[in-house]
């Protein structure tokens, strides 16, 4: 009985033993574990990797090669880790047999390998298909990623006009505010959404198109940075720039009856006549060998001629026709005293034409209305001192609107003192002035008649020479109702 309960006791002594070392190597020996850690998909070698095991036996780090050796590691089962920054760990099964190597290879995922790809943005405004939108657009959109990485967007944009692309990159807001946008256009846009660890992910395409361009009947002049730049005005006065600011152009004709217009613009140290649509696309130079000149670039004028297929223009004392497209240059007129032409209009309803002369100092005004071959039929003005211009007929030509200036100043500055405005009556040959109400110290210049005729749009400024041009409109049967219509604006017309 004695004997049989220390056989048991064996027993228990024994199964605590196993039991107390289960996570211990219970063979004798020992052999090596070997191997190579490499990043997965390029087989690059990773240096100073830390290798080790469980059970646990020494701690080794590869070498440049990416090779490691693990001495002396007792016989039996091990879980062999290699960990390494910016990578994935990765556990390998090695069995240790006594004086052999067991190699064990590595590839590893860098850290990111799990990581999702961003959600495709979702577009929201302006929604698809719209329409009627503005010229400075707010694009917004969603962007989500699963493990709420943060994101980087590019937006591109494409129009249906011509292959101009828009790029905007490294954004990360989800709203883009796009400004100088075409009118009348349809453009195309997309975002894709990147997480910097993923390939970048595209939304689906929108398209908007931009509100036309507003029909606009008055056209002015306004200097930007140096230059002459070319604006069309609202009946509320919002103002649409149509020539760019980095070039010089003015004097803006609209054509009666079809939507061109023709203005003055510098080309290489001259002035030429162009054409352009209402909105400021398609500038089309007309004159070319004879260019616009005479006294002083900025009070030359020019019209339009024969149902607007024609344009005449002074160079000195002659007045030239052209064609539209460039053609059939000819000249119609030349003056008899061998003063300057400055001004020009044309009225088809009597096919006539009204010219102003001057001498090279602005004086010595003439004022008259030849045919369109050239024959003078009568003087407005002539033999008077001071300065004057500013023509254009009524619709039926019995009406010219000119200005001059009452003071009969003349000076070498051409600094004009009280200029009025008149309409002259091309039946009785009277004169009537319509700026009873101009402000003292002032100027009225550069009238055009109202489409209606009703009104008269003009420029008001100081007669200092210096001051701000503003345009202002009054009507015509209550000359004491001056109305401001546009600020630091020029040479306007009204069709």
């Known amino acids: 009985m004695k004997t049989f309960s220390k056989y048991i006791s064996l027993i228990f002594i024994l199964a605590t033993i196993v039991s107390c070392s289960e996570d211990k190597v219970s063979f004798s020996g020992t052999g090596q574990i070997t191997g190579k850690v490499v990043s997965k998909g390029?087989?690059?070698?990773?240096?100073?990797?830390?290798?080790?095991?469980?059970?646990?036996?020494?701690?080794?780090?590869?070498?440049?090669?990416?090779?490691?050796?693990?001495?002396?590691?007792?016989?039996g089962t091990y879980s062999v880790q290699a960990q390494k920054e910016g990578y994935l760990s990765k556990f390998e099964s090695a069995t240790v047999t006594e004086d052999n190597d067991v190699n064990v290879i590595f590839e590893l995922d860098i850290e990111t390998a799990n990581n999702d790809a961003p959600n495709a943005p979702i577009l929201v405004t302006p929604a698809n298909n719209a329409i009627n939108q503005t010229l400075t657009v707010d694009l917004t959109w969603v962007g989500t990623d699963p493990e709420e990485d943060?994101?980087?967007?590019?937006?591109?944009?494409?129009?249906?006009?011509?292959?101009?692309?828009?790029?905007?990159?490294?954004?990360?807001?989800t709203t883009l505010t796009v400004t100088g946008l075409d009118y009348g256009i349809k453009y195309f846009w997309q975002v894709s959404a990147s997480d910097n660890i993923n390939d970048a992910v595209l939304s689906e395409t929108f398209n908007f198109k931009t509100i036309e361009f507003p029909s606009n009947r008055v056209f002015f002049t306004r200097k930007i940075d140096g230059n002459n730049v070319i604006f069309s005005a609202d009946p509320d006065g919002v103002e649409y720039q149509l020539t760019s600011s980095s070039s010089n152009s003015w004097r803006p004709r609209k054509a009666s009856g079809i939507d061109k217009l023709a203005f003055l613009k510098t080309n290489g140290g001259q002035t030429h006549i162009y054409t352009m649509d209402l909105n400021g696309s398609n500038i089309t130079q007309v004159t070319n060998s004879i260019a616009v000149n005479g006294f002083n670039l900025e009070e030359l004028d020019f019209e339009w001629k024969d149902n607007n297929t024609k344009l005449v223009f002074p160079n000195f004392d002659k007045l030239y026709q052209i064609n539209v497209d460039?053609?059939?240059?000819?000249?119609?007129?030349?003056?008899?005293?061998?003063?300057?032409?400055?001004?020009?209009?044309?009225?088809?309803?009597?096919?006539?034409?009204?010219?102003?002369?001057?001498?090279?100092?602005?004086?010595?005004?003439?004022?008259?209305?030849?045919?369109?071959?050239?024959?003078?039929?009568?003087?407005?003005?002539?033999?008077?001192?001071?300065?004057?211009?500013?023509?254009?007929?009524?619709?039926?030509?019995?009406?010219?609107?000119?200005?001059?200036?009452?003071?009969?100043?003349?000076?070498?500055?051409?600094?004009?003192?009280?200029?009025?405005?008149?309409?002259?009556?091309?039946?009785?040959?009277?004169?009537?002035?319509?700026?009873?109400?101009?402000?003292?110290?002032?100027?009225?210049?550069?009238?055009?008649?109202?489409?209606?005729?009703?009104?008269?749009?003009?420029?008001?400024?100081?007669?200092?020479?210096?001051?701000?041009?503003?345009?202002?409109?009054?009507?015509?049967?209550?000359?004491?109702?001056?109305?401001?219509f546009l600020e630091n604006a020029k040479m306007p017309d009204w069709k």
């Open 42 to 75: 390029d087989n690059v070698p990773l240096e100073n990797t830390r290798v080790s095991t469980n059970p646990s036996s020494s701690i080794v780090f590869t070498n440049a090669t990416g090779d490691f050796v693990i001495n002396n590691v007792a016989v």
């Open 326 to 484: 460039g053609s059939g240059l000819t000249q119609i007129h030349q003056t008899l005293n061998g003063n300057f032409i400055t001004e020009v209009d044309w009225n088809q309803f009597t096919q006539r034409l009204a010219i102003k002369t001057n001498n090279a100092s602005g004086y010595n005004i003439e004022i008259y209305t030849l045919s369109d071959t050239g024959t003078i039929f009568n003087y407005v003005m002539q033999a008077v001192s001071g300065a004057a211009g500013g023509l254009d007929f009524s619709f039926d030509g019995t009406k010219l609107l000119y200005t001059y200036d009452i003071s009969g100043n003349q000076n070498t500055d051409y600094r004009q003192l009280d200029n009025h405005i008149f309409i002259y009556d091309t039946s009785t040959f009277v004169s009537n002035d319509i700026s009873l109400s101009k402000p003292a110290g002032t100027n009225d210049l550069d009238p055009k008649f109202s489409p209606n005729e009703a009104q008269v749009i003009f420029v008001n400024t100081s007669n200092d020479g210096l001051s701000q041009k503003n345009i202002v409109v009054i009507d015509i049967l209550t000359t004491n109702d001056r109305t401001l």
């Open 150 to 173: 943060e994101l980087t967007y590019e937006v591109q944009i494409l129009n249906d006009q011509n292959s101009e692309v828009l790029n905007f990159t490294d954004l990360t807001d």
